[in-house]
């Protein structure tokens, strides 16, 4: 199912599961056979928030494991097994780190609020930006043509 486009309205930009026109903006979604529609117009927008989420612990963590079982291994006592296992949970808290980091991107009305989450790499979180910015530049515009034409 795909949201209808009205007469006067066009489509500036599209992402992930949103769409900018210049009259609103939606995300739709099929999750689990189940349709999700959330928009509002342009002239309801009040703001965005786009920020990063990881934990830089579990790297420490992950580090501060592997060099205890580089020592662990150059130690006479131990086994290879041993350095291999401790080793190993480290690269695991190193690899949690990795794929637990985050980018939430929130943006709306006073009435409908639209979350995405991805995966926090350099790009998708500038195309987070970009698309947030062209929110913004949107509703300006709406905003501004609707005062010239109450003038």
């Given at each position: 199912?795909?949201?209808?486009?009205?007469?006067?309205?066009?489509?500036?930009?599209?992402?992930?599961?949103?769409?900018?026109?210049?009259?609103?903006?939606?995300?739709?979604k099929?999750?689990?056979?189940?349709?999700?529609?959330?928009?509002?117009?342009?002239?309801?927008?009040?703001?965005?928030?786009?920020?990063?989420?990881?934990?830089?612990?579990?790297?420490?963590?992950?580090?501060g494991?592997?060099?205890?079982?580089?020592?662990?291994?150059?130690?006479?006592?131990?086994?290879?097994?041993?350095f291999l296992?401790?080793?190993?949970?480290?690269?695991?808290?190193?690899g949690?780190?990795?794929?637990?980091?985050?980018?939430?991107?929130?943006?709306?009305?006073?009435?409908?609020?639209?979350?995405?989450?991805?995966?926090?790499?350099?790009?998708?979180?500038?195309?987070?930006l970009?698309?947030?910015?062209?929110?913004?530049?949107?509703?300006?515009?709406?905003?501004?043509?609707?005062?010239?034409?109450?003038?």
């Open positions: 199912m795909k949201k209808t486009i009205f007469e006067s309205e066009t489509v500036l930009k599209t992402w992930k599961d949103c769409t900018l026109t210049n009259k609103r903006v939606w995300l739709e099929e999750v689990s056979g189940q349709f999700l529609y959330k928009g509002f117009p342009l002239n309801q927008f009040q703001g965005a928030f786009v920020g990063k989420t990881s934990f830089p612990w579990l790297l420490y963590v992950g580090v494991i592997m060099a205890l079982s580089l020592l662990a291994f150059t130690s006479a006592n131990n086994k290879f097994s041993v296992s401790v080793f190993c949970i480290g690269l695991i808290c190193v949690l780190w990795h794929f637990l980091k985050r980018a939430q991107v929130i943006f709306g009305s006073s009435e409908v609020k639209i979350e995405i989450q991805l995966h926090a790499t350099d790009e998708e979180f500038q195309s987070a970009n698309f947030v910015s062209d929110i913004e530049q949107a509703a300006l515009l709406q905003d501004d043509k609707q005062k010239q034409q109450a003038a």
